[in-house]
């Protein structure tokens, strides 16, 4: 069976009002319609309760505080490789 043993993130809000369950929803139904290598993907939804559960995959690598933590250096900065210019 695939996905068997895969580690997941299970996310949650501590809002139970209707409000913070529609915005929930909309941000799940935005993060599901991701399709880039650098972004979790959106693994399953559970609305049985409000707020609603979103089963995220776990990266390799951990979290974003994990890597940051483990593999830059405390003496580097971490800037963009690109020249990102302000939009306008």
């Known amino acids: ?3 068997v043993g895969r580690m997941v993130a299970v996310r949650t ?4 009002s209707s409000e913070s ?3 929930a929803l909309r941000e799940i139904r935005f993060l599901a319609g ?5 972004v979790v993907r959106v693994l399953g939804v559970c609305t049985a309760e409000q707020p609603p559960w979103t089963v995220l995959e ?3 690598m951990g979290d ?3 890597y940051l933590q483990y593999t830059v250096p405390v003496t580097a900065s ?10 306008r």
Do not use: I
């Open 1 to 3: 069976m695939p996905g």
């Open 13 to 16: 809000s501590n809002s139970k």
């Open 21 to 23: 369950g529609t915005d």
């Open 34 to 38: 991701l399709s880039d290598p650098n």
């Open 58 to 60: 776990y990266p390799d």
């Open 64 to 66: 974003l505080a994990h």
């Open 78 to 87: 971490v800037r963009p490789a690109a020249n990102l210019q302000p939009v």
